[in-house]
Each structure stands twice: as C-alpha cells, then as structure tokens.
C-alpha cells in the first residue's frame, strides 16, 4: 500500500510570511499533483510534476518534485490571505488508470 | 468547458436506507472517480470508472458499488447506510492522455442519521 505523508497538519501564518508544506512517501511515483480544497467546495489541481528533481513556479508558488520521485513540497512566498485553504498532494504510478494516493492534508490558515 | 456538476448537493438518510448520488463530468472526459472524505480518513479513493468499465477499485465494502452510462455520466451507489458513511463524496473527471489529473466536482454531503 502506498503512502503519502503530509506536514505540517495544519499552518498558522501571517499574511506576507513565507510557508512550506511537505509531503513524503515510502514510494516512487510517477507523477505528483497538489491542489488546493476551499470549504464546501472540491479540490482544484494547482500543478503536475513528474520528473525527479523538477521544479515549478505558479506565481507565488513554487513546486519540487524530490530526485528520487519519492517526495515534495510547495512553498509559498509573501502569502496571502487568499492562499488560507487545504493543500493536498497526490501522487500516480503511471499504470492503467488514474488511482491517485492522497495525502492527508495541510490545513493553512493566512491571517490578515 | 462546464466543470464537474454532481447531484444533490446535500442529502440526509437514515441507517439501513440506500443512496443514490450523480455525477456528470467534463465534455470530453472518459473517466470518472469517486472518492469519499472524512475529517479523519480524508481522501480516500473510491472507485474509477473509464468507457462504462470499472477500471480501478479503492478498498471499500460491496456495499459501495457504481456504473458509468454510454455518455461518460456516472452513478454511485451506496446501500444499508451505516452512520460511519456520513462524509463528502466526491466525483472527478479525469482526460486522457493525462497524469490522471483530476477535475473535482464540489461533492454531495451525505449525512447518515
């Protein structure tokens, strides 16, 4: 069985701090994808890595895929209150079909 | 492109009763999944559905079962309700050629008294 491990669980910041949110795992994965889940609402894809030691940038966010395809992060810079909501990474492993692994989730909370 | 659109949007049953929840996905998307979430399980996996087969299964009781129609459409079902089912499920549509990126649907809150 696959795991992804999230932490922190929850964040606490405030607006204009920076943040990192980590997500582990035992295993490879072909791919990792983050999104972002606001209350009463479904989660909406941030951004796909897929290449070991990639990194991508969406404005204030940056993405890392770990080198071993194993791990990642998101880091935000200058956060705002906007960005208060669930992270949540997932990673494939490319087989027949789309079962992703989700991680349990990181709360963040940007306060104004 | 219209996103996801699940229906109801809110559901309250009781114990034993069975459920009916819907799922129409992006035009143009073949599979669909279904995933149900929890404060202290969070987002577990369903199943996947992709030309009216079910092509991936998560580990959850037959009592969780689900079929997709010849318009990509989907339905999951849930019988003999028990009060631990009481979560958010949602559906994503998925292209191919893709990651396996998922277009969430804002989910049906069902609530199992």
Same mark, same amino acid.
């Given at each position: /069985?696959?795991?992804?491990?999230?932490?922190?669980?929850?964040?606490?910041?405030?607006?204009? &701090?920076?943040?990192?949110? %980590?997500?582990?795992?035992?295993? $490879?994965?072909?791919?990792?994808?983050?999104? +972002?889940?606001?209350?009463? &609402?479904?989660?909406?894809?941030?951004? /796909?890595? $897929? !290449?070991?030691? &990639? $990194?991508?940038?969406?404005? +204030?966010?940056?993405?890392?895929?770990?080198?071993? +395809?194993?791990?990642?992060?998101?880091?935000? !810079?200058?956060?705002? /209150?906007?960005?208060?909501?669930? %992270?949540?990474?997932?990673?494939?492993?490319?087989?027949?079909?789309?079962?992703? /692994?989700?991680?349990?989730?990181? +709360? $963040?909370?940007?306060?104004? | 492109?219209? =996103?996801?659109?699940?229906?109801?949007?809110?559901?309250?049953?009781?114990?034993?009763?069975?459920?009916?929840?819907?799922?129409?996905?992006?035009?143009?998307?073949?599979?669909?999944?279904?995933?149900?979430?929890?404060?202290?399980?969070?987002?577990?996996?369903?199943?996947?559905?992709?030309?009216?087969?079910?092509?991936?299964?998560?580990?959850?009781?037959?009592?969780?079962? =689900?079929?997709?129609?010849?318009?990509?459409?989907?339905?999951?079902?849930?019988?003999?309700?028990?009060?631990?089912?009481?979560?958010?499920?949602?559906?994503?549509?998925?292209?191919?050629?893709?990651?396996?990126?998922?277009?969430? =649907?804002?989910?049906?809150?069902?609530?199992?008294?």
């Amino acid at each position: /069985t696959q795991l992804l491990e999230q932490s922190p669980q929850f964040l606490s910041i405030q607006e204009g &701090e920076n943040l990192t949110v %980590y997500c582990n795992s035992s295993s $490879v994965f072909s791919s990792l994808q983050w999104y +972002r889940q606001e209350p009463g &609402e479904g989660p909406v894809l941030l951004v /796909t890595v $897929v !290449t070991g030691g &990639e $990194v991508k940038k969406l404005k +204030r966010l940056t993405f890392q895929f770990g080198d071993a +395809r194993k791990d990642s992060s998101l880091h935000i !810079t200058a956060a705002q /209150t906007g960005d208060t909501g669930l %992270y949540l990474c997932a990673g494939g492993v490319g087989a027949a079909g789309n079962k992703l /692994t989700f991680g349990g989730g990181t +709360r $963040v909370l940007v306060k104004p | 492109k219209a =996103g996801v659109t699940q229906t109801p949007r809110y559901l309250i049953k009781t114990r034993g009763q069975q459920v009916t929840l819907s799922c129409s996905p992006i035009s143009g998307h073949r599979s669909v999944s279904w995933y149900q979430q929890t404060p202290g399980q969070g987002l577990q996996f369903l199943f996947e559905y992709f030309s009216e087969t079910q092509r991936n299964k998560g580990n959850f009781p037959g009592r969780f079962s =689900g079929r997709q129609f010849s318009n990509s459409r989907s339905e999951m079902n849930v019988s003999t309700l028990e009060l631990g089912d009481s979560a958010l499920y949602l559906c994503a549509s998925s292209a191919a050629g893709s990651y396996g990126e998922q277009y969430f =649907g804002p989910g049906t809150r069902l609530t199992v008294t």
